[in-house]
């Protein structure tokens, strides 16, 4: 189970949120998400039979995020001039090292439920993709069985990344599974989706993220009626 993660660094990560954030505070929040998303798919790895993998960028960062990482994660650097081809590399890794399923999951989604990591599993018995949709257009889990040459090469980040992954899939005639829809943290306007979940979160679930924006009254900055 590869978890895709930055090293927690101003200038590099959490970016639209600045403004109002500034590049430090916005790097100290991604790093609390970055925990808290740690931390869920190590404990939740053991019971799926997955080996938790935390795949940084850059590959620099490397060592040093070895260091950050829970007890039980294996570290190793992205590979790749994109996203895409990142994660085309990462499952043509983990493939080759014997892994099946695959998942990767981003480090965006910190209220991503551990049920979600066992629903992909699952519906892995059946499918030979399946995706985690996130409400921008994205998605913030995909799960396969090997690699699939040219999966990965639409855009990132972008409103239609589903959609051009589910078309992929299409053409490849894959038999896909979607998973409930679900959301990232990308921007400042993306905190009430949060705040609107909280109360049905359990507490074990994105602990860290929660208490950094309740410490630093983060909640200010959302969009009035978001």
Do not use: N
Not at 162 to 169: H, I, K, T, Y
Not at 202 to 208: N, V, W
């Amino acid at each position: 189970m590869l978890v895709f993660g930055k090293e927690p660094r101003a200038g590099l990560v959490k970016t639209r949120m600045v403004p109002p954030l500034s590049p430090q505070l916005a790097a100290s929040l991604y790093a609390a998400m970055l925990d808290d998303v740690l931390e869920t798919t190590v404990a939740a790895a053991p019971e799926l039979g997955l080996d938790p993998v935390l795949a940084v960028h850059p590959p620099t960062a490397a060592g040093v995020m070895a260091a950050r990482a829970p007890a039980g994660f294996r570290v190793i650097a992205q590979r790749g001039d994109d996203l895409g081809a990142r994660m085309t590399h990462a499952v043509l890794e983990a493939a080759a090292g014997g892994f099946d399923p695959i998942l990767i999951r981003g480090s965006d989604s910190p209220a991503l439920p551990a049920a979600a990591l066992r629903d992909a599993v699952e519906e892995l018995s059946e499918a030979d993709l399946v995706v985690s949709p996130d409400r921008d257009g994205g998605y913030g889990l995909v799960g396969l069985h090997r690699p699939r040459s040219g999966l990965f090469t639409h855009r990132m980040s972008a409103a239609s990344s589903l959609d051009e992954l589910l078309l992929g899939a299409a053409r490849r005639r894959l038999r896909v599974e979607r998973l409930p829809t679900g959301f990232d943290l990308d921007t400042i306007a993306d905190l009430a989706l949060l705040g609107a979940a909280r109360e049905a979160l359990p507490d074990s679930l994105c602990p860290r993220t929660l208490a950094f924006l309740d410490e630093h009254d983060l909640w200010r900055h959302v969009p009035a009626g978001q």
